[in-house]
Nanobody, 131 residues
Framework: QVQLAESGGGSVQAGGSLRLSCAASGLPFSSYHMGWFRQGPGKERESVAAIARSGSGSKIYYADSVKGRFTISRDTAKNRIYLQMNSLRPEDTAVYYC??????????????????????WGQGTQVTVSS
């Protein structure tokens, strides 16, 4: 059974940092593309960052709103991905989810931002940024 478990959320003041972690189990982690999504209060779910499977040349994508502030990474030995979030803003307040999919790389490069393209999801972790 595939399980994705996020952790690391919390409450911080604007300008602060958090590091989210997503532990994956029940799947061949190195073969899966992974993504971070978020859904803020009253907002639609949106892509935050994505990282292609191991051996793909480390293809990484970011939403424009987080470029230069967030960093996604994966540790294949630990079956985890991370989202380092710096310079947090109140508008980053949301529930953050990790997701996994193992579609062909070419297809993934065109769909990484689309939540419906992912097969597996975690339960989410709350991030609250106060001004």
């Amino acid at each position: 059974q595939v399980q994705l478990a996020e952790s690391g959320g919390g409450s911080v003041q604007a300008g602060g940092s958090l590091r989210l972690s997503c532990a994956a189990s029940g799947l061949p982690f190195s073969s899966y593309h992974m993504g971070w999504f978020r859904q803020g209060p009253g907002k639609e779910r949106e892509s935050v960052a994505a990282i292609a499977r191991s051996g793909s040349g480390s293809k990484i994508y970011y939403a424009d709103s987080v470029k230069g502030r967030f960093t996604i990474s994966r540790d294949t030995a630990k079956n985890r991905i991370y989202l380092q979030m710096n310079s947090l803003r109140p508008e980053d307040t949301a529930v953050y989810y990790c997701a996994a999919v193992n579609t062909p790389l070419g297809y993934y490069m065109n769909t990484y931002y689309n939540g419906t393209a992912y097969y597996h999801w975690g339960q989410g972790t709350q991030v609250t940024v106060s001004s």
